[in-house]
């Protein structure tokens, strides 16, 4: 069975920066599976942010997010990152790892970060 852990999250001010970390157990994880950071703010739908497939050359970001965060990926370590910058208080959400497109049985806690207006 596979797991997923989500670290990284936090408090931060307008403007400051986050790294999120992804990390995958089980003995079915697979280096070549495509994954996506989603996040979902209070009342509204999860969404997908990034995503990356699996060596890493292909990469997929939200308007919203684009320019602002990158998304990376160490497969010997079974590791996903999402590196966050000029964070803005509408980023404040729990923030998942997951493959892309998700499976319903990998949802993990999510981390959660929050960017005060």
């Known amino acids: 069975q596979v797991q997923l852990e989500e670290f990284g999250g936090g408090l931060v001010q307008a403007g400051g920066s986050l790294r999120l970390s992804c990390a995958g157990s089980g003995r079915t994880f697979s280096s070549f599976w495509t994954m996506g950071w989603f996040r979902q703010a209070p009342k509204k739908e999860r969404e997908l942010v990034a995503s990356i497939n699996y060596n890493g050359e292909d990469t997929y970001y939200s308007d919203s997010v684009k320019g602002r965060f990158t998304i990376s990926r160490e497969n010997a370590e079974n590791a996903v990152y999402l590196q966050m910058n000029s964070l803005k208080p509408e980023d404040t959400a729990v923030y998942y790892c997951?493959?892309?497109?998700?499976?319903?049985?990998?949802w993990g806690r999510g981390t959660q970060v929050t960017v005060p207006g």
């Open positions: 997951n493959t892309n497109p998700p499976r319903s049985d990998f």
